[in-house]
């Protein structure tokens, strides 16, 4: 399984970044295009164009202030020129359907694969239906389930599984977004998932992860009143899940 560490340019300085990338030697990262190019850029050339993912960061774009369709349409416009002329092979769909309706996310999706040249990997959400995922695994080689972290609930965890385990009978491979609970990955067959738990437990939880050879522990520091170094934090971290990413690499799909 794929562990991709998102949000690497998180909470470190670029000193401490730079020694994260040379002690982790992380192999697969995720960044979203809403950090900007330079930023999806240099996470790009962290790995090779197999190890990387972009999400679109069509959310975080909508949050800021009141966004139009036409504004979210120049958003795409400037999303598929990163891809073509970086050549990236793994993007995500703008994934904007309980904002805009299913019908502008499949327009959007159309445009974006004429223009790139490639298909995107569609992102399922509970609102779009069973039959839907059904539909996106007999069109797509690799696809992703959203939603994992607020949307759906611990009791629907086994369809999720249900749904992961058909996909792989359609040799589909799944990315599950944000599921990164790994007491519990085992479970499920995705071919890749993605965290920023390893650089947001640092930088607002003060937690510090280690990896025990089988999964990550984590614990809250006590440092007797000292200040704690976040980026030194964040980047221990870091360096703990790119051994967590090789363990789970081995295991295979």
Partial sequence: MRIFLASTFS??????????????????????????????????????RENFLLDS??????????CTKEDLMK???????????????????????????IEFVEK???????K?????????????GIEYFKWMCDNYSYIAIGGLVFHVKKSEYPLIKKMVDYARSKNVKVHGLGFTKTNELDK???????????????????????FNGR???TRKLDNKGKKILLSKLICHNGVEWCKYQRYMDRKGF
């Fill in 116 to 128: 790139t040249g490639r298909k995107c990997i569609p992102v399922w959400h509970k609102g779009r």
């Fill in 11 to 48: 909470g470190m300085d670029k000193e401490t970044r730079k020694k994260f990338i040379q002690e982790g030697s992380p192999k697969y990262i995720l960044e979203t295009f809403f950090n900007g190019e330079k930023v999806c850029k240099n996470a790009l050339n962290d790995v090779n």
């Fill in 57 to 66: 960061g069509a959310f975080s774009y909508m949050s800021g202030a009141k």
């Fill in 188 to 210: 499920y067959r995705f071919y890749s998932v993605d965290s920023a738990s390893w650089t947001k437990a640092g930088a607002l939880g003060q937690q510090r992860h280690d």
């Fill in 75 to 101: 958003y795409a416009n400037s999303y598929a020129d990163f891809i073509s002329k970086n050549n990236v092979k793994y993007y995500f769909e703008l994934d904007v359907d309980t904002i805009f309706g």
């Fill in 108 to 114: 959007i999706r159309r445009d974006l694969e004429m």
């Fill in 215 to 217: 999964k990550i522990v």
